[in-house]
């Protein structure tokens, strides 16, 4: 499609709404952005984003209830009963980038042209006009070309390339998430300005980063995670942003797969279903420790000296810290040896170890592993097996302090003991007794387990 060419979309009742309501007061008012991209590619947009000739003061005053918390003159419309919500936002220009993110000063606009043209790329700088609210039907706004960009299969900045990267150098990683997801090459003076800017990635915020990490890693067939770190490399953004897995690049491998480290990792990261893009961060993390271990062919201890640096990864991006202990668990423990011999208490013991929490990712991310590897599964003692004898496991068998069948206080009330270090070494060896023998765990058989100790001074 292009400029001024007609395009008929099934508007949701709040959005038209929202249109009509503009509108219908003597406003401008048009589809912007993704929506608009969405629609041109022949998807249904996920989200509606409405822009306006009106002020927010005017917005506001059109539609009671809307809320305004912002500097960016976006309002936030609720519509009917469900209050279905729809953000619209004025037109503005913006002047200024010195914390390269926010824009100095804003100032409402008039024209759709000009709002365009302070979007990051071309795809994303295209607006649907209303002509027939009632029959969906409106024209295409693209002065930029994007509709013809998405035809072409490329992704260009708005204008001067430079200039976009140093408002705001996100749209560096943006940059990336839109050519993968999209199937997009980069132009040739964009992709230079993101080699040029590439340095500038190291002045976002944890937070921002992780955001746009989550999105790349969660993107769905056929796009791989592969491609998005793969093109980061090669644009010299993923030293700037995660030069923990950067390093990975020429670390040899013994594998049955060919390539690098690097290139196991990404392939582990593919294997990981795209709707956990957590896991997928930690398949992303899993061999760090790889490029500080590697002596004589070997990689002794890399999944310790991995859960350091995952850890410090994941703090770096301001994940939830329940999350960022979560991947260093992981990491410390996906070099797992599981053998058929192993006892029932050997199984307990290693359930404990892990942690029962952690059982289902860290097999989903043992099996990635294993395929990045080149690995096949064995028809006895794989992981197939260790899932199988966990779940039973977890059927009732004591794995946890909190399943002993007596605690702290009935062992100080029955044995006659104080609170202290000797109360939390009792209830330590309790369940490691039940965790060799479950037939133990029973209050009276504790008892004369904690007995028997305390009388031979042990």
Request: charged content about 25%; proline content about 6%; hydrophobic content about 45%.
């Amino acid at each position: 499609m292009r400029d001024g060419d007609r395009l008929r979309i099934d508007l949701p009742a709040a959005v038209r709404a929202v249109l009509a309501g503009l509108t219908d007061a003597g406003h401008e008012a048009a589809l912007v952005g993704g929506c608009v991209r969405d629609l041109v590619r022949g998807e249904v947009p996920k989200d509606w984003d409405v822009t306006t000739s009106a002020t927010p003061e005017a917005v506001a005053e059109r539609f009671p209830g809307a809320t305004w918390q912002n500097p960016f003159g976006t309002v936030t419309v609720r519509i009917g009963s469900d209050g279905d919500a729809v953000e619209v936002t004025t037109y503005r220009s913006e002047t200024g980038y010195r914390d390269r993110r926010r824009p100095d000063s804003v100032a409402w606009g008039e024209s759709l042209t000009d709002d365009l043209a302070r979007r990051d790329f071309t795809i994303n700088a295209m607006a649907w006009l209303p002509a027939d609210l009632a029959a969906g039907d409106g024209r295409l706004v693209d002065p930029f070309g994007g509709g013809p960009d998405l035809v072409s299969g490329i992704l260009r900045a708005v204008g001067d390339p430079d200039s976009r990267f140093e408002e705001d150098a996100l749209r560096l990683l943006r940059a990336v998430r839109f050519a993968t997801r999209f199937g997009l090459h980069l132009d040739e003076a964009t992709a230079a300005a993101i080699r040029r800017h590439a340095p500038s990635a190291a002045m976002l915020s944890g937070e921002r980063v992780r955001d746009e990490l989550l999105r790349m890693l969660a993107a769905p067939p056929p796009v791989g995670p592969s491609s998005v770190f793969e093109l980061m490399e090669e644009l010299g953004l993923l030293a700037v942003v995660l030069p923990e897995v950067a390093v990975l690049r020429g670390v040899p491998q013994a594998k049955a797969m060919p390539g690098d480290a690097l290139d196991h990792t990404l392939a582990a990261v593919d294997a990981i279903p795209a709707d956990r893009p957590l896991l997928r961060l930690a398949a992303l993390l899993h061999d760090l420790g790889k490029a500080l271990t590697l002596a004589h062919g070997h990689f002794l201890g890399h999944e310790t000296v991995g859960e350091e640096l995952a850890r410090q990864v994941a703090e770096r991006l301001r994940l939830p810290r329940a999350e960022a202990l979560r991947i260093g668990r992981l990491v410390r423990h996906h070099m797992f040896a599981y053998a058929s011999a192993w006892t029932d208490a050997a199984v307990r013991r290693f359930m404990k170890r892990v942690g029962v929490d952690l059982l289902d990712d860290l097999f989903a991310l043992r099996l990635a592993d294993n395929a990045a590897s080149g690995v096949r599964e064995p028809r006895r003692g794989g992981l197939a097996e260790l899932r199988r004898r966990c779940t039973a496991a977890l059927g009732g068998d004591p794995l946890e302090a909190q399943h002993v069948a007596i605690d702290g206080h009935r062992l100080m009330a029955e044995l006659g003991l104080r609170p202290g270090p000797q109360v939390g070494a009792l209830l330590d060896r309790l369940l490691e007794a039940v965790l060799d023998d479950p037939a133990l765990n029973t209050e009276d058989r504790l008892l004369e387990l904690a007995r028997g100790w305390l009388a031979e001074g042990s």
